[in-house]
Structure formats: structure tokens, C-alpha cells
């Protein structure tokens, strides 16, 4: 009230009244009636007056000394009106002491908070496994496309050998000879070409699928989680309709940077490593010995990029929510936006969120390019390394110049499939970080779970409602009690009218009824 006082001064100001406490200093009130003026006039005249505005006030039980109240429940409907020819009603006053506020002590807010704090921490499997376990219907899928995988990994290293051949055949001398070898390697690599387009397809297809059903199947069961749980949960701060329904739409999908494809590059990456470095030391064990002195690195490198990113990920989840949360706020009230004339405002509050995501991503963007490109130098340190070894070993007549070649190939495709899995550390760690707060809703048992069958079957059922000793207080707002002793008994076909002050507990017996809330103490 004081804030709409201060908003009139020095200007007109037109008040549409639900509440006519809001209007008691207006200078002039217009009481309508079917469209028509019956009565203006500033309050004082139109009380004296006993006409159509005292009546209304009278009914609200309107009281000056309660101007300043302040409203405690933001949910609480104002008034509800009577009809007047009701000819059974109960009316229950806002004097009743069942209907007040009180200050509940601290050691009873540390009490009771107990039970309302929940815990975000997963516990339970690897998510990893959790989530491969939700793809299990597809397994067929998954085990042929990664059968595709470790067939298109061992295609490098084979396609290395044929080109350390077609290279060495540029040392023979006769024309006839080298056409007659470079177009059997050509074919060769015709073929290669031909198993590749087979097994990448299968690999991407069947990922595709098997992927695709489990963010549909996720999707489906995040929303039905989400329709299980109380009331009480959708209170929670971080739990609003924007942060909520910017989780729907991304952590489901997000999950397949741990599962489908990505397992099947890392599959084909594994395989294409391993084959490489077989068949290195058949030709060359000394030579192989070098090069592999130099992968640790490279995977120490990946794994640390997938460590440090997961962290990045999830502050980045969270500052996003908030961001989704101001987005729907301002479009589901861009009435209110409009009037007050914040559409800039609100867009700033919303860059200044993003901005903290902009900041997180430039250190991520230090610490994965540091990584990343530390992983590059190390192929080119060991390229150096194997040349220079590979050079003394041709001189002592050990090796040939094609088997340095060939080795050299091998490695080196299995080195950039290194590369290539650390690429995906940032899909991986923003999958996991999604992975753990879907799991952390579907273990979440919900207070009220409004799905359950299980519970007290009433018999013989008349319709008498009887509140004893009710007592409650919001799980958000511990510090104000809202009913105290509260005591009701309703019978059958009565029509039953609450009435009282804003804040009092009207709306909040009505969702105790609904069984929004359990009491906190009491019975129904």
C-alpha cells in the first residue's frame, strides 16, 4: 500500500479495486453497478453516505487500523463473496484465533528444516552405467553399430600400410612396375573406401536410433517425474517453471554425449590404437617402443580435459536455469514488462547472467585449447623422435625406409584417434553433469506421491470434513505459522464460507484439503 501511495504522488492515477483498503485515500472513488456511476465521492463521504460502498465495506470488515498490513501469502485469495441467498452457510470470521500469524522460534525452524532440505548428491551406480542401463531395449542396435565401430577403426591402420606401400613403390625405377603396383593399391583403396561407407553408415544409423529413443524415453519419463512430485517441490527456488523447463528440453539430449555415437567413436578409436600398434611392432618393435613412450601423454591430456570441463558444465547448467527462469517471467508477464516500461532491464539482468557463462567459457576455453594443443605438439615431438631414430636405423641396415614408413603411419592414425576422443570431452562432461541430475529426479520419492494406489481406503464415505488442532506453515516460509489449533468440522451439504484478511489461511485450508500439503501437526 505504501509503495502504491508513493507511486500517485504527483500524478493521476486511476485504481481498479479488488481490495478497498488499496483506495481508502483515493481523492475521488466511482462505485459502478451494471455499467452505470451510482455513487462517487472520496471514502469519508461514501461511509457517511450508508449507501452501496458501506455495504461493500462492511463485508470486507474493512478496518483502517489495517491499512499497513502487509500480505503473507502470495498464493491467498483476497475475499471470497457470498452469495446472499444462500440460506445455509457458516461464516468464520478473520476474529477466530485459529486463523493468525505467529513467529515460530528459531530452534523450531532448525527442526522442522531438517525434514524440508533435500539432498542434490547422487547416490547411487557410475551415471554412466545408470543411463546405458535406461538404453538397454535398444542393445541390439548398439552391439551392431559397435561391431561397425571396431571394423571402421581397424580400416586406418590398414590404409596406412597401403600408403607406406604406394610411397615405396616411387623407389622402383621402372615405369611398367610402378603402374602395374600403383593400380593394385588403388583398388586397394577402392575398397577400403567402400567398407568404410558400409560400416560408417551402420555405425551412424543404429547409433542414430538407439540415441534417439533414449532422449524420447527420457523426455517421457522426466515429465511424468516431474508431475509425481508435491507441491511443495515446485515452491523450491530452483525448481521454477523456467529452470524446469530449460532441463526438459536440453539434459535429455544432452545424455547422448556419453552414450550412442560417442561411444561408437571411441570404440572406433580404441580399435584403430590398437590394430595400429600391432601391427607397428611386427614391423618394427624398436622403432614402435619410441612412439608409444609418447601416447601416455596424449590420454593423460584427454583425461584431464574431461576432469576439469565436467566442473565448467555444471556451473554452466545452473547459471543457465537462472537465465531460463528471467526468460519466462518476462514473456509470461510481458504486460506488466510493457507498462512498467523494463524491457530493458530484464534484458539486462538476462545478458548479466549470461555473462558469467561467457567468463566460465573463456578460462574453458584456455584451459581445453592449453590441453588440446599440448596434445598435437606431443605427435609432432614423437614424428621427430621416430625420424630421427628410424634415420640411424636405415644407416645401420636394421630397416627399411618403407617399414619407418609404415610404422610411422600406424602410430600416427592411432595417435589422432587420441586426439579425436579428447575432442569429445566437453559433450562428455556436460552429458555426465546431465546424467546425474536426471538420475538425482527419478530417485527423489516424492512426500505426496499423487500416482499411489497405496493408502487409507475410506469406507461408508458422507462427505464430513472434520479439522482437529490443524496447524501449518509453508515448507518455504518456516518463519510464519499460518494456522495454529485451527479447528473445523464441516457437514454434509453444508456450503461453508471462509472469510478473513488477507494472509489468514483461507486458500491454504482449501490445499490442505486438496492435499497439496500435509499439516504440520494436527489431523484432518
Same mark, same amino acid.
Request: proline share 2%; hydrophobic share 40%; with cysteine.
Given at each position: 500500500?505504501?509503495?502504491?501511495?508513493?507511486?500517485?504522488?504527483?500524478?493521476?492515477?486511476?485504481?481498479?479495486?479488488?481490495?478497498?483498503?488499496?483506495?481508502?485515500?483515493?481523492?475521488?472513488?466511482?462505485?459502478?453497478?451494471?455499467?452505470?456511476?451510482?455513487?462517487?465521492?472520496?471514502?469519508?463521504?461514501?461511509?457517511?453516505?450508508?449507501?452501496?460502498?458501506?455495504?461493500?465495506?462492511?463485508? *470486507?470488515?474493512?478496518?483502517?487500523?489495517?491499512?499497513?498490513?502487509?500480505?503473507?501469502?502470495?498464493?491467498?485469495?483476497?475475499?471470497?463473496?457470498?452469495?446472499?441467498?444462500?440460506?445455509?452457510?457458516?461464516?468464520?470470521?478473520?476474529?477466530?484465533?485459529?486463523?493468525?500469524?505467529?513467529?515460530?522460534?528459531?530452534?523450531?525452524?532448525?527442526?522442522?528444516?531438517?525434514?524440508?532440505?533435500?539432498?542434490?548428491?547422487?547416490?547411487?551406480?557410475?551415471?554412466?552405467?545408470?543411463?546405458?542401463?535406461?538404453?538397454?531395449?535398444?542393445?541390439?542396435?548398439?552391439?551392431?553399430?559397435?561391431?561397425?565401430?571396431?571394423?571402421?577403426?581397424?580400416?586406418?591402420?590398414?590404409?596406412?600400410?597401403?600408403?607406406?606401400?604406394?610411397?615405396?613403390?616411387?623407389?622402383?625405377?621402372?615405369?611398367?612396375?610402378?603402374?602395374?603396383?600403383?593400380?593394385?593399391?588403388?583398388?586397394?583403396?577402392?575398397?577400403?573406401?567402400?567398407?568404410?561407407?558400409?560400416?560408417?553408415?551402420?555405425?551412424?544409423?543404429?547409433?542414430?536410433?538407439?540415441?534417439?529413443?533414449?532422449? *524420447?524415453?527420457?523426455?517421457?519419463?522426466?515429465?511424468?517425474?516431474?508431475?509425481?512430485?508435491?507441491?511443495?517441490?515446485?515452491?523450491?527456488?530452483?525448481?521454477?517453471?523456467?529452470?524446469?523447463?530449460?532441463?526438459?528440453?536440453?539434459?535429455?539430449?544432452?545424455?547422448?554425449?556419453?552414450?550412442?555415437?560417442?561411444?561408437?567413436?571411441?570404440?572406433?578409436?580404441?580399435?584403430?590404437?590398437?590394430?595400429?600398434?600391432?601391427?607397428?611392432?611386427?614391423?618394427?618393435?624398436?622403432?614402435?617402443?619410441?612412439?608409444?613412450?609418447?601416447?601416455? /601423454?596424449?590420454?593423460?591430456?584427454?583425461?584431464?580435459?574431461?576432469?576439469?570441463?565436467?566442473? /565448467?558444465?555444471?556451473?554452466?547448467?545452473?547459471?543457465?536455469?537462472?537465465?531460463?527462469?528471467i526468460t519466462v517471467e518476462s514473456i509470461s508477464?510481458?504486460?506488466?514488462?510493457?507498462?512498467?516500461?523494463?524491457?530493458?532491464?530484464?534484458?539486462?539482468?538476462?545478458?548479466?547472467?549470461?555473462?558469467?557463462? /561467457?567468463?566460465?567459457?573463456?578460462?574453458?576455453?584456455?584451459?581445453?585449447?592449453?590441453? /588440446?594443443g599440448f596434445t598435437d605438439a606431443i605427435m609432432?615431438?614423437?614424428?621427430?623422435?621416430?625420424?630421427?631414430?628410424?634415420a640411424w636405423r636405415v644407416e645401420q641396415g636394421?630397416?627399411?625406409?618403407?617399414?619407418?614408413?609404415?610404422?610411422?603411419?600406424?602410430?600416427?592414425?592411432?595417435?589422432?584417434?587420441?586426439?579425436?576422443?579428447?575432442?569429445?570431452?566437453?559433450?562428455?562432461?556436460?552429458?555426465?553433469?546431465?546424467?546425474?541430475?536426471?538420475?538425482?529426479?527419478?530417485?527423489?520419492?516424492?512426500?505426496?506421491?499423487?500416482?499411489?494406489?497405496?493408502?487409507?481406503?475410506?469406507?461408508?464415505?458422507?462427505?464430513?470434513?472434520?479439522?482437529?488442532?490443524?496447524?501449518?506453515?509453508?515448507?518455504?516460509?518456516?518463519?510464519?505459522?499460518?494456522?495454529?489449533?485451527?479447528?473445523?468440522?464441516?457437514?454434509?451439504?453444508? *456450503?461453508?464460507?471462509?472469510?478473513?484478511?488477507?494472509?489468514?489461511?483461507?486458500?491454504?485450508?482449501?490445499?490442505?484439503?486438496?492435499?497439496?500439503?500435509?499439516?504440520?501437526?494436527?489431523?484432518?
Open positions: 500500500q505504501e509503495a502504491l501511495d508513493r507511486a500517485s504522488k504527483g500524478r493521476t492515477t486511476i485504481v481498479i479495486a479488488h481490495r478497498l483498503s488499496t483506495i481508502v485515500n483515493a481523492s475521488k472513488i466511482i462505485v459502478l453497478d451494471k455499467g452505470s456511476v451510482i455513487e462517487e465521492g472520496n471514502h469519508k463521504t461514501l461511509m457517511n453516505a450508508r449507501s452501496v460502498y458501506y455495504g461493500l465495506v462492511e463485508a *470486507q470488515n474493512l478496518r483502517m487500523k489495517n491499512n499497513d498490513q502487509k500480505e503473507l501469502e502470495n498464493d491467498e485469495d483476497d475475499e471470497i463473496s457470498i452469495d446472499n441467498e444462500l440460506n445455509r452457510s457458516v461464516l468464520i470470521s478473520d476474529h477466530n484465533k485459529s486463523c493468525h500469524n505467529k513467529s515460530i522460534e528459531e530452534d523450531q525452524i532448525n527442526q522442522k528444516g531438517d525434514q524440508i532440505d533435500e539432498s542434490q548428491e547422487y547416490s547411487g551406480r557410475s551415471p554412466f552405467f545408470a543411463v546405458l542401463r535406461m538404453n538397454s531395449p535398444e542393445w541390439f542396435y548398439i552391439i551392431l553399430a559397435c561391431l561397425a565401430c571396431i571394423c571402421n577403426g581397424g580400416v586406418q591402420p590398414i590404409f596406412g600400410i597401403i600408403l607406406s606401400k604406394v610411397i615405396a613403390v616411387f623407389e622402383e625405377c621402372d615405369p611398367h612396375i610402378q603402374e602395374k603396383r600403383i593400380l593394385i593399391y588403388v583398388l586397394f583403396f577402392i575398397g577400403i573406401g567402400l567398407i568404410t561407407l558400409f560400416t560408417m553408415f551402420l555405425q551412424s544409423f543404429l547409433f542414430a536410433i538407439s540415441g534417439e529413443t533414449l532422449t *524420447q524415453r527420457l523426455r517421457a519419463k522426466i515429465f511424468q517425474t516431474l508431475l509425481r512430485q508435491e507441491i511443495t517441490y515446485f515452491d523450491r527456488p530452483e525448481n521454477n517453471t523456467g529452470a524446469l523447463c530449460t532441463r526438459l528440453a536440453t539434459e535429455a539430449s544432452d545424455v547422448q554425449g556419453a552414450t550412442g555415437i560417442r561411444i561408437g567413436t571411441m570404440l572406433q578409436n580404441i580399435s584403430n590404437l590398437g590394430v595400429g600398434i600391432i601391427l607397428a611392432f611386427i614391423y618394427g618393435w624398436s622403432l614402435t617402443l619410441i612412439m608409444l613412450a609418447f601416447v601416455p /601423454f596424449m590420454i593423460i591430456a584427454g583425461f584431464l580435459q574431461m576432469y576439469l570441463l565436467t566442473g /565448467f558444465t555444471t556451473k554452466d547448467k545452473k547459471v543457465l536455469e537462472n537465465a531460463g527462469k508477464n510481458i504486460r506488466t514488462v510493457a507498462q512498467l516500461t523494463k524491457e530493458k532491464h530484464f534484458g539486462d539482468e538476462y545478458c548479466k547472467i549470461l555473462d558469467v557463462c /561467457f567468463k566460465n567459457s573463456i578460462r574453458r576455453a584456455h584451459i581445453f585449447g592449453l590441453l /588440446f609432432f615431438f614423437a614424428m621427430a623422435a621416430l625420424f630421427s631414430f628410424g636394421a630397416m627399411t625406409f618403407e617399414n619407418v614408413m609404415l610404422i610411422l603411419n600406424c602410430i600416427l592414425f592411432g595417435a589422432m584417434a587420441v586426439g579425436q576422443t579428447s575432442s569429445m570431452a566437453p559433450d562428455y562432461s556436460k552429458a555426465i553433469s546431465s546424467s546425474k541430475n536426471i538420475l538425482i529426479l527419478f530417485q527423489r520419492v516424492p512426500k505426496i506421491d499423487n500416482c499411489s494406489n497405496t493408502g487409507k481406503i475410506l469406507e461408508n464415505f458422507d462427505g464430513e470434513i472434520d479439522l482437529k488442532d490443524l496447524e501449518f506453515y509453508y515448507p518455504n516460509r518456516r518463519e510464519v505459522q499460518v494456522l495454529k489449533n485451527f479447528n473445523l468440522t464441516i457437514q454434509p451439504h453444508k *456450503q461453508i464460507a471462509l472469510v478473513g484478511s488477507s494472509g489468514c489461511g483461507k486458500s491454504t485450508i482449501i490445499q490442505l484439503l486438496e492435499h497439496f500439503y500435509d499439516p504440520t501437526g494436527g489431523q484432518i
